[in-house]
Each structure stands twice: as structure tokens, then as C-alpha cells.
């Protein structure tokens, strides 16, 4: 049978990998575990870094899942028929494992054998070449072996058909896409030559390079400063845009009439007396992210994912109040409720925290339909001093502070015979856009591929201090969550009290004790019941249901710290330097909070290797 609704499509996609020897892994969380560089899980590659960079993957050199991403880059285009803030990402990787030809022999077998695509609706398109690297005339060869015709295959530059570095330098290559036939009458041309008319469902990268700064070059860098190498390990890293392949195999002309987003719509339709698809659309898929988001631990505040989650909440309210939808603190909680019916089941932490999340949204609802509140007045005043127009950067200052969308500005100014400086809103528009993209940018880049030195030392401290803690305050210990960023560790614990000065000096003495006695540090492969009967200890329970690495601390006299972690960490304790906490406090009910830096270290660190027996 046609894998048609979404959940069989994301199963067919998993069993098919399976069949082809990929160990199915579970999605991970959307906010990275010790990647300080970026907010959000972007793309299912993402918690893949270091295995992409070399470290061993206990899964194997197959590994495939589906993977819930945030990219708010995208937000402006939100509202159109494909653009999603948050979208299931399925991907299959080889480890240095199969490369171009069996990938897009696979690719096009998923494609036109178990989703039944007929290769008449498919296009592809391959990197152009330029003097980083040659055309990759090896990946259109392929697709012609499998079936595809020479005027299907698009050649495209760097900007389309290239994936990667995340960061300045790191591993990247040629990317090769495939399309599906949305433009009127039979299909026809490609990609390059009538590009509107093809919707990309998948992207293939081949990580075949490395790009690496050329030695002596100076401090500012160039693009001509950097090499493109050959990569020892050669990696692939796909994602299928879930959503967007089930519209197609559905025959319905966006993503939010698909089987499991179009409920969401109708659910938004009963509360509007306004019929707008756009405002309706951005409702939808704002509510539907910050459900997920919520749910992965996040609630909104002024800085970091929270604020995120923030803008995306009232985003969503003032497209609720252009379709004149009441927002008093229940109509957020209310389109939250069907999301999680229509995912709880594929996604469990929706249905465990729904309590949280309809408490989350209501707050945040209610205090905005405040701020809208405020914003009048401040409108009522600025009218009161205008002649006749409403001037930009003042139009901009409401939609900005107090949320007030052009248009709802606009329709106000009307009713008192006033204009807006649509032209000098616009402009003020695009400066922030550009200042808040450059800053998402930076963000990005900084290192996704960058497990820094400094990170990864971080990280073997947070393990020393996780089994610090349990040695002086006992076995209720337990990891509730971690954050490193390149300056400092942050830690979650559960413990019911205030720690005492003398405990805080006690833990900071163990772990500079263990960094003194420069512990060798090494991980061998287990299974989770074997791991808990070696007494490790780890949060990735649910996470890895098969095969688990266990990083361990200590030498033969003695074990500091055992726990299951995916890695990588320093090769001994010794590299890490002096550690210092600097703040005890309270996380939560029962859960308490340590931040600590680290100083002194090792500029340069090996990573810890494999124990081979
Ligand atoms: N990392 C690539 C992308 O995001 C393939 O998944 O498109």
C-alpha cells in the first residue's frame, strides 16, 4: 500500500533505511545539548557533528531518523505554501560508509518504488563547479543510471548545490536535490530552467571536503584564504522535508492541508470572524512551534530560545487579532490542545507536558493582550500629535514594542482620516530584519561543526562534577539538564536543599582532584541494560534504545565517573585545567543549578578514543 498519511510516510522512510542496514536512531531534543553556538536543532545533521567529524557512532557507519528542527530564518517566508518553522527532517548518513552511488540509488528507490513517485515528476540538480571544486558530473551520471533524463538534471552553483561548512571551516561538499513537479500541464525543463515549477522534497550532501584555512594567511580572512582538501572520512547527510513530500503524495497544494496540519486549520477557522489564509497559516504553524518547543523544555522569556518562543507566541496572536480572534488566554491553549492530538503519539513529550504547555501559552497570551492594551494608548497619543501622517520609525516603534502589524496601524490611522508612512515603516523594517538576521547568522555559524577545545572541556568537567556531587551529596543525583557555552558550564541537578558552603568546597576540591590525578578517559560500546549494570549513569535512556557509549573516567586504582554520553571529551583529566563553581541556586521545585568556569587548561586537547580490550 502507497504510504499516503504522514505517519506512514516517516515510518515507510525509517523501515525502508532499516532494510538497507541504517540503525534507526530517535530524534533529539530541539534544544542542542552542549552546542552553545546555535538555539535550535536546524536540521537532523545537527546532533550528528561529531560523528561527522570522526567520533564513532555507536549506531554504526548507518545511521537514519526523523528529526523535529527549528530554522527561524525562514519567518518572513512563513505563510507561503512550504515554508514551516518547525518541520520533521528525515535523513540517512553514511559514516564514511556508502557514498554518491548507492545514496542516490537509494534515494531513488525510496522515491519512485516506495513512495510510488513516477520519475516523470521528479528533477534533480547537481553542483555547476567552480575553482573550489569540478563540476560533480559523478553524481548526474548516477541519476541517469537509475533512470533520469539528461534535461531533468539541473546544474546549479555553490549558493544552491553546495551544504556546509556550518561553521567557517569543517567539513562540507556538493549537494544534489530532488524535486517534484508542481507547475501546470505535463512536466517539463528543471530546476535551472523553470525553477518555480519544481518544490525541493530532499537534499542529498556529499561531504567530500574539508575547508580549512591555507597556513600563514592573515587574521582577516577572505574567501581566498581557504582550501578546499579532500576528506579523509567521506560522509552523507540527507534530509527529506516530511511535510512538504506529504502535500505532494497527498495532491494538495501546501503543507498545512496535509493530513495532520489541516485539523489545525480548521481549528483556527472556528474562532475567526475574518476568512485569512496567510494570517491563518502563520496561527497555525507559530502555535504548532511553540507547542514543541515548550515541550523540549523552553518557556518564553526575554533572551535566548525563550525569546524565540516569545516572538513566535505573539506572532501568532497578532495574526489572531487581524482575523479578529479574542485572545484572552484561552485561544492559544485551544489550538495547542489539537496539535497535540494530532502529534502526541509520535511525539510523547507533547502529551506529558501538555499541562505546562497550555499554562505556558495562556500566561504569555494574556500578558500580551496587556502590551496590545498599552500599545493603543501610545497610539491614541502619537494620533493626537500627527497632522496628517503617521511617520514611519513611529509606525515601525508599534509594531515593534507593541506588536501592532501594519496593517492594524493602518486601520486605525483610517478611521481618524490619517496616513502612514508605509515607505518609511518598510525601511525600518528591513534595518532591523537585516540586524536580527546578521545576529541568527553569526549565531549559526559560530560553530555548529566548532566542538571547540574549550567545549569539549567544558563537557568532561560537567561529567567530573556530575559524579563529584553524587560522592558528597548521595545517589539522588541525577542530571536534569546541561548547557555549555565556550565560557562556562551550566548544570542541573536534582537535590532538594540549598547546598552549604562546605559541600559547594567539597565538590570543587573533587573535581580539581580528579583533573590533578590526570585520569586517562576513554568509551567503550554497551547496550542501555548493560550500561545500568556497570552502574552508569546517563540521561539518554530513551534516547538511544540500542547500543549506548559509556565514557569512562579513572585508571585501575579507580573509576571517578562512568557515564553514558555520546561525546566527545578531552583524553585526560589533566587537559582541563583549574575549576571553579561560581553560583549555587535554584533551577526549579527539587532541581538545583551550578554554573562553573574552568581555567589553565591545555590550548589544544586529543579526544578521548575507544578502550580496546
Ligand atoms: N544538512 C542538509 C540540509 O539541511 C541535509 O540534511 O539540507
Known amino acids: 500500500m502507497l504510504p499516503l498519511s504522514t505517519d506512514k510516510i516517516r515510518q515507510a522512510y525509517l523501515d525502508f533505511f532499516a532494510s538497507k542496514d541504517h540503525t534507526i536512531i530517535p530524534g533529539a531534543p530541539l534544544v542542542p545539548e552542549n552546542d552553545p553556538t ?85 528533477a534533480v540538480t547537481c553542483f555547476c563547479g567552480d575553482d573550489d571544486a569540478p563540476k560533480d558530473e559523478e553524481a548526474a551520471n548516477y541519476w541517469k543510471a537509475v533512470g533520469i533524463p539528461e534535461d531533468r538534471i539541473g546544474f546549479l552553483p555553490k549558493k544552491d548545490n553546495w551544504w556546509g561548512p556550518a561553521g567557517q571551516t569543517g567539513p562540507c561538499g556538493p549537494d544534489t536535490e530532488m524535486f517534484y513537479w508542481i507547475g501546470k500541464g505535463d512536466p517539463h525543463g528543471n530546476p535551472e530552467k523553470n525553477e518555480d515549477d519544481w518544490l525541493e522534497i530532499w537534499n542529498d550532501v556529499f561531504m567530500q571536503y574539508n575547508k580549512k ?131 502526541g503519539h509520535i511525539y510523547g513529550n507533547l502529551k506529558d507536558k501538555e499541562k505546562e504547555i497550555r499554562d505556558a501559552l495562556s500566561i504569555e497570551e494574556l500578558q500580551f493582550s496587556k502590551t496590545l492594551k498599552e500599545g493603543i494608548k501610545h497610539f491614541e497619543k502619537v494620533v493626537g500629535e500627527a497632522a496628517t501622517k503617521i511617520d514611519g520609525v513611529t509606525a515601525f516603534h508599534l509594531y515593534d514594542t507593541y506588536g501592532f502589524p501594519l496593517e492594524l496601524t493602518k486601520e486605525m490611522a483610517q478611521e481618524r482620516g490619517l496616513d502612514v508612512d508605509e515607505q518609511g515603516f518598510n525601511i525600518a523594517f528591513k534595518g532591523h530584519q537585516e540586524k536580527s538576521r546578521a545576529g541568527a547568522e553569526q549565531r549559526f555559524s559560530g560553530g555548529l561543526a566548532d566542538q571547540s577545545t574549550e567545549t569539549t572541556k567544558l563537557h568532561t568537567a560537567t561529567h567530573l562534577l556530575d559524579a563529584a556531587l553524587r560522592k558528597v551529596l548521595g545517589k539522588h543525583v541525577f542530571q536534569k539538564g546541561s548547557n555549555i557555552t565556550a565560557e562556562r558550564l551550566r548544570f542541573d541537578f536534582s537535590h532538594g536543599e540549598k547546598m552549604t558552603p562546605e559541600q559547594i568546597a567539597q565538590v570543587e576540591d573533587l573535581v580539581n582532584k580528579a583533573i590533578e590525578a590526570d585520569f586517562p578517559i576513554s568509551y567503550h560500546i554497551t547496550d542501555v541494560k548493560g550500561a545500568k549494570e556497570e552502574d552508569a549513569i546517563g540521561v539518554f535512556d530513551e534516547r538511544y534504545d540500542n547500543e549506548v557509549k559509556v565514557y569512562v573516567v579513572g585508571n585501575d586504582k579507580m573509576i571517578f565517573s562512568k557515564e553514558i554520553c555520546g561525546g566527545p571529551h578531552v583524553a585526560r583529566t589533566g587537559m582541563i585545567g583549574s575549576f571553579k563553581i561560581k553560583k549555587e541556586e535554584s533551577s526549579s521545585a527539587g532541581v538545583r543549578r551550578i554554573k562553573a568556569t574552568i581555567s589553565g587548561g591545555s590550548d589544544e586537547v586529543e579526544v578521548a578514543q575507544e578502550h580496546e580490550e
Open 38 to 122: 546555535v538555539l535550535f536543532t536546524t536540521a537532523g545533521m545537527h546532533p550528528l557533528v561529531p560523528y561527522l567529524l570522526g567520533e564513532s557512532h555507536p549506531g554504526g557507519k548507518r545511521i537514519a531518523d526523523c528529526q523535529r528542527c527549528v530554522r527561524t530564518q525562514d519567518i518572513d517566508e512563513v505563510g507561503d505554501i512550504s515554508h514551516l518553522t518547525l518541520f520533521e527532517m528525515l535523513g540517512n548518513w553514511s559514516l564514511g560508509d556508502y557514498f554518491k552511488e548507492e545514496a542516490i540509488q537509494m534515494s531513488f528507490e525510496f522515491l519512485t518504488e516506495v513512495l510510488e513517485i513516477p520519475k516523470e515528476k521528479l
Open 213 to 343: 584555512e591555507e597556513k600563514d594567511s592573515k587574521e582577516s580572512k577572505e574567501e581566498k584564504d581557504f582550501v578546499f582538501e579532500p576528506l579523509a572520512q567521506k560522509n552523507v547527510d540527507t534530509g527529506m522535508g516530511l511535510e512538504r513530500t506529504a502535500a505532494v503524495l497527498q495532491g494538495v497544494s501546501n503543507v498545512y492541508e496535509t493530513d495532520r496540519m489541516k485539523p489545525i486549520m480548521d481549528r483556527v477557522l472556528l474562532f475567526a470572524d475574518i476568512k485569512d489564509e496567510r494570517n491563518q497559516r502563520i496561527i497555525v504553524d507559530h502555535i504548532k512551534a511553540s507547542v514543541f518547543i515548550i515541550a523540549d523544555g523552553i518557556t518564553p522569556s526575554n533572551v535566548d530560545q525563550g525569546y524565540v518562543l516569545r516572538r513566535l507566541i505573539r506572532r501568532a496572536i497578532r495574526s489572531a487579532r487581524q482575523l479578529r480572534i479574542e485572545h484572552d488566554g484561552t485561544f492559544t491553549p485551544l489550538i495547542a490542545e489539537i496539535v497535540i492530538e494530532q502529534y
